[in-house]
């Protein structure tokens, strides 16, 4: 696996001038607002909930003493709460939104790379949104089933230091299904896709390690966010389709 998350590290190496090269910017336009409005909306509610969940999380304090400062302790957990599970749903609205606007992209780049225009089966708009929200309502259920239980973990000292680790590769991972599913949508069904990125899922974390990275970068983070990671993503799954279609076929 830690192959995999190097090779995906790796394929971001020229995904800027591919993008310019082959002229595709246009086509994240409206991805590009989607992101800026969803990623605006989940600060705004941060800022504004942190305050609230302190005073209900305050409740559990008993004494007078040190009330003040629980409060703020509390106010701070609520904050850091709040964006992560900001994160994951930034994540998946954006990339559900997206995805009659990234297919068409992903397919032009797969197109550049083999060298023809036939990139398997044609899909609508509507049926790319559909398999967008499905693929992404799949992931969201599954990340926060796999994130709570690390988020408790993290309460236990020591221990709590790996449970950041855990946190993030589990976000990357499915930052990364989602990039590759772009490409997978036009070669396998719903179900295939998913034994696909479990057989990969080293590539999966590696896309995700830089998506998720991005992020942390205000502004400018969240606007390449998924040109480029798109674009990675794209060229490290059209380069593992050929033996991966002959072990799930």
Not at 22 to 27: N, V
Not at 87 to 115: D, N, Q, R, T, W
Not at 181 to 208: C, M, P, W
Request: net charge positive.
């Amino acid at each position: 696996m830690i192959k995999g998350i190097i090779n995906g590290l790796k394929t971001y190496g020229n995904s800027f001038g591919l993008v310019t090269k082959l002229g595709l910017w246009k086509y994240f336009a409206i991805p590009m607002v989607i992101s800026l409005i969803t990623a605006t909306a989940i600060g705004v509610s941060a800022y504004g909930l942190s305050d609230n969940m302190g005073h209900w999380i305050e409740q559990i304090w008993p004494w007078e003493w040190g009330k003040q400062g629980f409060f703020r302790f509390a106010e701070i957990l609520s904050g850091l709460f709040i964006i992560i599970i900001g994160f994951i749903l930034y994540k998946h609205i954006v990339m559900a939104l997206s995805a009659p606007f990234m297919s068409p992209v992903s397919e032009k780049i797969e197109a550049h790379l083999s060298g023809t225009k036939h990139t398997h089966r044609q899909t609508s708009f509507s049926a790319q949104l559909w398999r967008g929200i499905r693929i992404n309502v799949r992931n969201l259920s599954m990340e926060l089933l796999l994130t709570i239980p690390i988020l408790l973990l993290g309460l236990i000292p020591v221990i709590g230091l790996i449970s950041t680790v855990l946190l993030f590769l589990t976000q990357a991972y499915y930052a990364g299904f989602g990039n590759m599913d772009y490409t997978l949508e036009r070669h396998f069904t719903y179900e295939k896709s998913v034994q696909f990125v479990r057989n990969n899922k080293g590539q999966a974390i590696g896309n995700g390690i830089v998506f998720m990275l991005f992020l942390l970068v205000p502004v400018i983070g969240v606007i390449l966010v998924l040109p480029l990671s798109v674009t990675a993503a794209t060229k490290q799954t059209v380069g593992l389709l050929d033996p991966e279609q002959k072990r799930i076929t």
